[in-house]
């Protein structure tokens, strides 16, 4: 089971960036998926979450209206659209995968090796 992050980068405080998840070596379910993410000195927190058929989402409030996820099941991709970007936004993002749904944050068993985003003038 693996999840691969790819995307981070340096932007400017309201631009945009898009991050993409590829997952592979779920054979028989679409796991939900998460975005997470850490800020230096601060604990890892959920942002986003998509359940296995793309309907239910879940979302940190830290985010509404400013981050998207969706996901491509063809492709085994999740991505996380970022705009309007602020420096609170600077974190290691991490994709991770539950087996069942978006219910609780604390359930997500897979994850991937997170990705930096740094938003900076």
């Known amino acids: 089971l693996q999840l691969v992050e790819s995307g981070g980068g340096l932007v400017q405080p309201g631009g945009s960036l898009i991050l993409s998840c590829v997952v592979s070596?779920?054979?028989?379910?679409?796991?939900?998926l998460g975005w997470f993410r850490q800020a230096p000195g601060k604990e890892r927190e959920g942002v986003l979450c998509?359940?296995?058929?793309?309907?239910?989402?879940k979302y940190a409030d830290s985010v509404k209206g400013r981050f998207t996820i969706s996901r491509d099941n063809t492709q085994k991709t999740v991505y996380l659209q970022m705009s309007n970007l602020k420096p609170e936004d600077t974190a290691i993002y991490y994709c991770?995968?539950?087996?069942?749904?978006?219910?609780?944050?604390?359930?997500?068993?897979?994850w991937g090796q997170g990705t930096q985003v740094t938003v900076s003038s």
């Open positions: 991770a995968a539950d087996l069942f749904d978006c219910a609780s944050w604390r359930d997500f068993d897979y």
């Open positions: 070596g779920f054979t028989r379910v679409h796991p939900a």
């Open positions: 998509i359940s296995g058929n793309g309907v239910i989402t």
